[in-house]
């Protein structure tokens, strides 16, 4: 009888495989559809490493106090200078963003004027933030409140500017006024032929 040799023979293994511990067809087949990990990171962690995040309203208050904070640091008599804005600045200290609803109209008014007054001296990109939000607080409130005639209501929007008057007057004028619009408003404009 002849004899067969029943060792194994090596299949020919791909190359880079190494062969030393036989073929192994999974890392093989690995190795051709996907290609290997680089070093160089991919396309989108570049753009948002050379873009980062905006940053959020709250984010940006906080960076705004800090600043002042620091600026009222640095410079020791300006607390006494702008009494205002020093209350602003520990008002935003202690409640953050609440303290631009809480703290009166007025102070928010003044403390704006100063805040005008140091950014012409002081050119920080974080105080230009604090002013923005600043004049959307006053705007929002005076569009919540928006008349200036009566008694303690501060600053804001005359009624005026939106193509009304407000005026005193009787209960008999109201009710001449009123009947006026009645009647107005039951006949119909004339048809064109």
Do not use: C, Y
């Not at 991919?42 to 002042?68: K, M």
């Not at 963003?97 to 007054?117: C, G, I, M, Y």
């Not at 006053?138 to 209501?153: F, K, N, Y």
């Amino acid at each position: 009888m002849s004899k067969v040799s029943t060792q194994s023979m090596p299949l020919d293994s791909p190359p880079g495989t190494g062969g030393g511990k036989g073929f192994e067809p999974l890392s093989w087949l690995r190795r051709r559809l996907f290609k290997p990990r680089t070093k160089r990171p991919p396309r989108e962690a570049i753009t948002l490493v050379a873009f980062p995040p905006p940053l959020g309203r709250g984010h940006a208050l906080r960076l705004a106090h800090r600043a002042l904070h620091e600026l009222f640091g640095q410079q020791e008599g300006l607390r006494q200078v702008l009494p205002h804005l020093s209350l602003l600045e520990q008002a935003l200290g202690r409640k953050g963003s609440k303290a631009l609803r809480r703290l009166p109209t007025q102070v928010l008014h003044r403390a704006l004027e100063q805040l005008e007054d140091l950014q012409t001296s002081e050119n920080h990109v974080d105080l230009a933030t604090l002013r923005t939000r600043l004049v959307e607080t006053l705007a929002l409130r005076s569009v919540i409140t928006p008349t200036d005639t009566g008694p303690g209501s501060g600053p804001g929007v005359p009624l005026s500017m939106f193509g009304v008057e407000v005026q005193e007057g009787s209960h008999s004028a109201f009710n001449e006024a009123e009947r006026h619009w009645t009647t107005a408003g039951s006949r119909q404009p004339p048809r064109r032929q």
